[in-house]
Each structure stands twice: as C-alpha cells, then as structure tokens.
C-alpha cells in the first residue's frame, strides 16, 4: 500500500468510528476522500510526497475545489493523526457556509 492511501486509509478508519461517513479514491501516488456528518462536507487529499494532509470544507461529494486550503502534519510511522482529525471536525462543525 502506497503511503498517501496508506494516510487516507487511517484517517477515514478512524473518522468512521467517530460517526462519520467516508467515501475514499485511491489514485497510483495520492488517495482522497470526502468526509461527511450532518449534511456538512470536507475533502482530504494526500500524495506520495508530502507529509503534510490537504483538508477543506466541499459543498458535496463532487465539489474537488471547495473552501480555503488547510494542512495537516501527519506522522505515518509513529500513527499520529490526530492534527489532522482535529482539523477534520473544526471544519465540518463549522460548516461549509460558513468556512
């Protein structure tokens, strides 16, 4: 498994057992998923090369431009997501509308 799918991968796992619906594409050098509770919307996506996890605020599960860009620091070998789960829930609560 790719590192960026590998990302994905753990962040959604752990969304969902949160409450939150997740819908992951897996790409051959990036992974991206919408993330969704209460009708309110994010996109994350992560390559390859970066440590750091792309997170914005979508209207839907098709809106690929969505809100204002957000990165996350992600730690694949030491499991360590949480900035980017805290992000995740910032951003949903706050809603598209409003981000």
């Not at 992974?31 to 440590?51: H, L, M, P, T, W």
């Amino acid at each position: 498994m790719g590192k960026a799918k590998s990302i994905i991968t753990k962040i959604t796992n752990r969304l969902k057992k949160l409450g939150y619906d997740c819908k992951r594409s897996h790409g051959y050098r990036y992974s991206s998923a919408f993330v969704s509770k209460n009708g309110q919307y994010v996109y994350i996506s992560a390559d390859d090369d970066r440590e750091k996890v792309l997170i914005r605020t979508a209207e839907n599960e098709q809106d690929f431009t969505g809100g204002q860009n957000n990165f996350a620091n992600v730690d694949l070998e030491g499991n360590n997501f949480s900035e980017a789960l805290v992000l995740v829930e910032k951003l949903i609560k706050r809603g598209v509308r409003n981000a």
